[in-house]
């Protein structure tokens, strides 16, 4: 049983020069585990029209959902729906449905829905609109493609209106065990074990703690009944 | 005059599975920044050897610099060197130098040099050491491929070796301006002040405080005098 699979592309120059830390990758990425989809791939690229549309053809192409963060506001380095129109090999206008929600919103709030704002409201030909509760301008699903806003209050809500439409697989199941001993003495026995198990998926992740070394051995896997055999094998092993 | 470029490659299952909030890429944005380095793409893929293998070729191509993070310690899913030999043809073993550093320091720490630390110590051919102050075990740079260490603390150390050897152009140089009004306000000026500046880079961040809409416009540049043009400029349409 395959689970789906999915990439994200995070598309902003602020990520790139450092300026801001990505909250959205590590949001995302619990969120669809949880699904049962799994995130195969990331890609971050600037506000650049060939590299957006590159990116966006070639993850649409290998799985079977793209999720991107970042670009459709009202600014001129907002170019995101038009990539996403051109990698479609679709058009793009304002259209009616979002125009109507953001006319209306800006009325409620005395402010003028000018041009700037209308960009918001252009959405490629033959889109879904993904509900916004947070600042209302929506976010879309073209094809494959599920198109979000990059600022995280928004992007984690446009998650939340999005995700219960998906169908998801098995979420996968993951247990750990902490272990006080450097990972070059744990790397033997711990592959002897991720060999007895294929179906899980094993990982030791390092730390220091005081000068002292240790790993959390992480197991995931899908079968509730493997993983907790696994894991009685695991800690025999290392604190038996 | 173009500055080199650069992509990193993140490597782990553990920032896919939403496990771990990666810390490498907002440090590496950074650094690289203020060496003038352009990073111009980023991707993260799974502890998978076809995956890693692919994006070293592609990216590997495509610009100056790779910087990848994550894989290269004793365990059985390290499997990054592996796959650096592969992408670039050559073969891979356990190389003296690196065998000499590692053996030292465990015999000073009365640890065993055992088959798994050896794993460590597995250079592909013609690579060059990555010095490694905090836990020894070094990194590689291999044709333009410069790879390093997952654990934050041993990646910011091995960047911190790397980036004086390497060639910089001139620091991208930044400066930023606070408008407390709605980016859909600020859109239009906005977009006829980048079009004035050709050289310059103009980002709007949006942020809400205490429900307050506003932007931070950044606008990024190599000449430190036309940046402060552009910047009383930029006073004189928001603040003026």
Do not use: W
Not at 85 to 114: M, P, Q, T
Not at 124 to 129: K, W
Not at 136 to 158: E, I, K, Q, R, Y
Request: proline fraction near 5%; hydrophobic fraction near 45%.
């Amino acid at each position: 049983m395959n689970n789906p699979t999915a990439a994200m592309l995070v598309i902003g120059d602020e990520i790139l020069s450092g300026r801001t830390r990505d909250a959205n990758m590590y949001h995302l990425a619990g969120q669809l585990t949880s699904a049962g989809i799994d995130l195969k791939e990331v890609r971050v690229v600037s506000d650049d029209a060939p590299a957006i549309v590159a990116a966006v053809k070639a993850l649409s192409a290998t799985y079977t959902h793209v999720f991107t963060s970042g670009g459709i506001g009202p600014t001129h380095d907002d170019i995101t729906a038009d990539c996403i129109a051109e990698a479609f090999g679709v058009s793009i206008d304002v259209r009616a449905d979002a125009a109507g929600l953001l006319s209306a919103h800006y009325a409620s709030s005395g402010k003028e829905f000018n041009a700037a704002r209308q960009r918001m409201a252009r959405i490629p030909d033959g889109a879904m609109l993904i509900d916004n509760p947070v600042s209302v301008a929506p976010g879309f699903t073209m094809g494959n493609v599920h198109v979000m806003a990059g600022v995280p209050s928004v992007f984690t809500a446009m998650v939340a209106s999005l995700l219960p439409t998906l169908t998801g697989g098995a979420p996968l199941l993951s247990r750990s065990l902490r272990v006080e001993r450097g990972e070059g003495d744990i790397a033997g026995p711990l592959g002897d074990f991720a060999a007895r198990y294929p179906t899980l998926s094993v990982g030791s992740y390092p730390f220091q703690d005081n000068g002292m070394y240790g790993a959390n051995l992480v197991v995931r896997g899908q079968d509730a009944g493997t993983l907790d055999e696994a894991m009685v094998d695991l800690g025999a092993i290392f604190h038996g």
